[in-house]
Every structure is written in C-alpha cells, then in structure tokens.
C-alpha cells in the first residue's frame, strides 16, 4: 500500500465528498475503493474495518477512520486548515455545522419521493437564501477579509465552497444577492489546489444521477 490516504465508498459524492473536498484542498492525493456490491459493504463489516458499521471509510497514518466529522477533524488539523487556537477552532467549527446542515438536505434530496421533489427543492433554495448565505455574506463583508477565519484558508472555506457550487447547479442565480460571497468563490475557484479538483478528471464526483441512488439503495438495503 502506498503511502496515499485509501477512501472506500461508492463512486459518488455522499457523505465522502467534503473529505475529498479537504484533502484536494490541502494538495493531498490520495486512493478510492468503490463500493458496488452489499456483499462488498458486509465483508468490511465482517472483517471489523467499520467502527459504527458506517461508510465513509478512510484509511490514513495506520488508522481506519469512521466517521465523517472525525475524519474532516483529523485531515483539517493534520494539514492546518483547523485554526492557530481554540476562539478561531470554534469558530471553523460553528460555520462547519451551519453548512453541514444545508449540505444535509442536498444529500438526501436525490432520494425524495416523485411527489417531494418540487417541496425539498424550494427547501434548499430557501435556506440557503434566507439562512445560510446571509451568514457568510456578514462575516466577509464584516471583517474585510478573504477568508472566513483568521485571514488564513480553513477547512470552513473549503466546506462553504463545496456548498456554494452544490446550490449553484440547482439555482444558478443563487449568489445574485451577495457580493461577498461572489468575490468569495472566484478567488477560492482560482486557488491552484482547488482551481485543479475544479478540473475535468480530478476525483471530484459529478452530481447523483439514477445509477448512483440506485447503487445506493442496492449496496446499504437492509
């Protein structure tokens, strides 16, 4: 084994794509294994490499990590994307929940019911425009800053770009209202590390389409 980060998951984004996200960010690269098969997922479990008998799967510095907040913990500090004390910690961490939250509802909305897609649709739109932009938008505008934390690139900017581009390809006009956050991504998209993840053939997976919800359902059906 070379001495890569190993990630196993399916060949989608999920709950694996803001770990792909971090390490692209800090210019780390690393190995996937893709899960295709339930048998595949219950052999991982038979052999003990999941903790919780959870997927993301990450295997990094002899250790088999689950968990996908402990892994972003562990890369983030590993590569100093975490803050240089415990006030701006708080803080990486506080804007890293309020955007899990609205990543949430992107991760789940391929699996809505034929019915619920129009509803969970005006959802997101809505608490991105009305609750989680309008932090961000304060905050840079605030400061006076190029990044969210510290004047120094965290593992916050990396998850609020990973969002900003997730909303953006369901409502392209998203960041009509918010200057800050405009000047936020063109000079995030033009970092080399992720202006190279932002590349055609980097590990960064294109949106869920049918194939992957129903290799989703395949490989975790109970």
Do not use: C
């Not at 903790?51 to 088999?64: H, R, Y």
């Not at 900017?157 to 998203?174: G, H, N, T, Y």
């Not at 202006?195 to 109970?222: I, N, W």
Request: net charge positive; hydrophobic share 40%.
């Amino acid at each position: 084994m070379s001495g890569k980060p190993r990630l196993t998951y399916l060949n989608g984004r999920g709950r694996m794509e803001p770990i792909r996200w971090l390490l692209a960010a800090a210019g780390v690269e690393f190995e996937e294994v893709y899960l295709e098969t339930k048998e595949q997922y219950d052999k991982l479990i038979k052999d003990g490499f999941l903790l919780f008998q959870q997927v993301p799967l990450v295997e990094i510095d002899g250790m088999k990590m689950v968990q996908t907040r402990a892994i972003l913990s562990y890369i983030a500090g590993k590569y100093n994307l975490y803050g240089k004390d415990l006030k701006e910690r708080a803080l990486i961490d506080m804007y890293v929940e309020g955007i899990a939250d609205l990543m949430q509802m992107i991760l789940m909305f391929p699996f809505s019911p034929p019915d619920a897609k129009e509803k969970n649709l005006d959802s997101i739109k809505d608490r991105a425009i009305n609750r989680y932009f309008p932090v961000f938008e304060k905050v840079l505008k605030k400061h006076g800053q190029d990044f969210l934390v510290g004047n120094k690139f965290s593992w916050a900017d990396v998850q609020l770009m990973e969002a900003i581009l997730a909303v953006e390809e369901k409502f392209p006009a998203v960041l009509s209202g918010f200057p800050q956050l405009q000047v936020f991504k063109t000079k995030m998209s033009n970092m080399p590390t992720i202006k190279k993840f932002l590349q055609p053939g980097s590990p960064r997976k294109p949106p869920p389409d049918a194939h992957y919800v129903e290799t989703v359902l395949k490989v975790f059906k109970k």
